[in-house]
């Protein structure tokens, strides 16, 4: 059983829980999704209707966030049910930690998904997901054997890890992995709008 660090062993699992959905959905299900979109011939159709391609990022963003929101309902609800008590005071960082990630990961995805082949992105997309899992989503970056930790803790698995365990168990304002998730997200969105490609 693996340590997942100081606090309350539910709280801390649904931290985790919470983070690895981010991850799934935001990054690894987008990229895989634009991917193939891409491949396909849909995206660069899609971007010639009146949604235009702006209007397309935006209904993928809104999809991402509805499927986040029904994540937090469905992880939250059974957090609930196995012991997990998070502060009152955790609702607003949780939150913001949510949507910095979501950010993040999202641009990641559409970075990734916008220069390779589709059957790379779905390589890549799964591996990462995998790499990521032990670098700071699951257990805190300091649990982490030497530099490890030091490496998790500046990647976005670990900056989202670290905050939302701060946020739920702690009630606690993650100032330090929120700034490596926005300059992550901001590096991320930067290259993906110069080299995303529409088609193959």
Known sequence: VPDLGPGERADLALAGALALAV?????????????????????????????????LLAAKALAVLSVLTLQVLV?????????????????????????????????????????????????????????????GLLAPTA????????????LPSGALGDAMRVALVDGGWPLAPWVVLAVWGAVAGLLASRTFRWSD
């Open 143 to 154: 649990a982490l054997p030497g530099i490890l930790g030091s490496v998790a803790a500046a």
């Open 23 to 55: 991850v799934s959905t935001a990054f690894t299900g987008q990229a895989i999704g634009t991917g193939f979109d891409r491949r396909s011939g849909v995206l660069r159709l899609l971007g010639t209707t009146p949604l235009g391609r702006d209007g």
């Open 75 to 135: 992880l939250g609800g059974l957090g609930l049910a196995l012991g997990a008590r998070p502060p009152p005071r955790a609702l607003g960082p949780a939150v913001l930690t949510r949507l910095l990630g979501s950010a993040c990961f999202v641009a990641l995805a559409l970075l990734l998904a916008g220069t390779l082949r589709a059957e790379a992105v779905l390589a890549v997309a799964n591996l990462v997901w995998v790499l990521l899992l032990g670098l």
